[in-house]
C-alpha cells in the first residue's frame, strides 16, 4: 500500500539555532515543503533583523531541499502599527507566549487583559496578520488550557477580523471552541494524538515525552483524534516537533518537548490507516492550512509505503518519538 502526500506543511515548528538547527533543519527539510518556524530562542525573535539572520541561518542548515520556513515573531504587546507594517513583508505570524509558561518565554506577555493587547490586536487584525497563541494559564497544570479557554473567547469576540490560531491543542473544551468562533483555527501535534498522561507518567517517567500542554485524558485525545482523522477544516497538523539534547531530556529539571519531526509523516500515516482515515490525511498536513492561511507552498511530493522501518535511537544528541521501535510506514520517495 502506498500514499502521495502534496507538499505536507508543519505549522508548528521549532528549528532551535547553531549546532542543534544544523542536526534537526535537514530532518523538517527533507519531508515538508514548508513549516512554521518559532520564535523562541534566546534571546526571542523580536526584530526584523534577527528574524532574517534566522532565516538564512535556517535555509543554509536546509541542504537545498525545497523547504519554506514561514517566519514568526516573539510577539510583544508594544509592537506598533508602523513596525507590523514593515514587518508583514518578512513574517508569517506572531507567536504569543504568556510569560514563563514553557521554554524560553520569559519575554512573553504577563497579562492577557484586553486592554493590554488591544492596540497590537488591532494593527494585526487591519494588516491581516494571524496571531499563534500558546494558550495556558498558570494554574494547574492539568487545568490550564482549559481555563484559557475564556482568553480565547475575549480575544475572538473582540478581534473578530483576527485570524487567532490556539496552538497544540489538548482538551475537549478546545476542540468545542472551534465550532463557535468563526475566527478560531488549531494546530494538533502528533505526539497528543498519540498519547495521554498515563503514557508520559503512569509507569515509569518518560521523559521524552514531556511536553507542554502536557498530554491530558483519554476523552481528551478522542477529541482531538475525532477533528485531526475527520480532516475538520479549522485543524492543521503542527507538530511543535521540540528538540533537546538528551542530557536535557534525561535530568533532574527535564526540559519540556518532544522531537517528532523525522518521523512526523511515517507516523501520522499509521495512525490515519488504522482508523481508515488515510484519505484525509492530505488535508490535515496541507489542504487545510493552505485554505486557511490562502498559502501556494513549494511543490514537493512525498510518497509513502507501508513498509516497517525502525526509527533511529537518537539523530545527533536528540531522541525521537517511538526511538528504537518499529513504525509500519516508511517514507519511499521525495521529488
Ligand atoms: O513542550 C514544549 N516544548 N512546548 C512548548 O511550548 C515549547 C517547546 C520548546 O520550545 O521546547
Ligand atoms: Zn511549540
Given at each position: ?57 535556517i535555509i ?19 509592537y506598533k ?206 489542504q487545510n ?47
Amino acid at each position: 500500500m502506498q500514499i502521495k502526500l502534496n507538499s505536507p506543511l508543519d505549522m508548528h515548528l521549532h528549528l532551535r539555532d547553531n549546532k542543534m538547527l544544523e542536526t534537526v533543519a535537514p530532518l523538517s527539510s527533507y519531508s515538508f515543503a514548508g513549516a512554521v518556524i518559532m520564535p523562541n530562542l534566546v534571546p526571542p525573535i523580536t526584530t526584523i533583523e534577527a528574524l532574517l539572520e534566522y532565516k538564512k541561518r535556517i535555509i543554509d542548515s536546509t541542504c537545498r531541499d525545497t523547504f519554506e520556513p514561514l517566519m514568526t515573531l516573539f510577539f510583544k504587546d508594544d509592537y506598533k502599527y508602523e513596525f507590523l507594517k514593515e514587518a508583514k513583508k518578512y513574517i508569517f505570524a506572531l507567536k504569543l507566549y504568556p510569560s514563563g509558561i514553557t521554554t524560553n518565554s520569559e519575554g512573553g506577555v504577563s497579562s492577557m487583559d484586553i486592554e493590554s493587547l488591544r492596540e497590537t490586536f488591532e494593527a494585526m487584525s487591519e494588516l491581516g496578520i494571524p496571531l499563534l497563541v500558546h494558550g495556558e494559564t498558570n494554574g494547574f497544570v492539568m487545568d490550564r488550557e482549559r481555563e484559557f479557554g475564556s482568553v480565547y473567547e475575549q480575544f475572538a469576540k473582540n478581534f473578530p477580523k483576527l485570524k487567532i490560531v490556539m496552538e497544540h491543542i489538548t482538551t475537549k473544551e478546545s476542540v468545542d471552541l472551534l465550532d463557535r468562533f468563526e475566527n478560531l483555527y488549531a494546530t494538533i501535534t502528533l505526539h497528543h494524538l498519540y498519547i495521554t498522561l498515563d503514557d508520559v507518567a503512569g509507569g515509569m517517567l518518560k521523559p521524552h515525552l514531556f511536553c507542554k500542554p502536557i498530554a491530558k485524558r483519554p476523552e481528551d485525545r478522542e477529541a482531538l483524534l475525532r477533528v485531526a482523522l475527520s480532516a475538520h477544516p479549522k485543524v492543521m497538523f503542527g507538530s511543535d516537533s521540540a528538540p533537546h539534547p538528551v542530557d536535557k531530556k534525561e535530568s533532574c529539571g527535564c526540559a519540556a518537548g518532544v522531537f517528532t519531526a523525522p518521523i512526523a509523516l511515517q507516523a501520522l500515516s499509521q495512525l490515519f490507516e488504522k482508523h481508515n482515515s488515510l484519505d484525509n490525511l492530505q488535508a490535515f498536513v496541507s489542504q487545510n492550512a493552505k485554505k486557511i492561511y490562502n498559502l501556494n507552498p513549494p511543490k514537493k511530493e512525498i510518497i509513502l509505503e507501508k513498509k516497517p522501518s525502525i526509527v533511529p535511537k537518537s539523530y545527533g544528541d536528540v531522541v525521537p518519538m517511538f526511538a528504537d521501535k518499529e513504525l509500519s510506514w516508511s517514507i519511499k520517495l521525495v521529488e
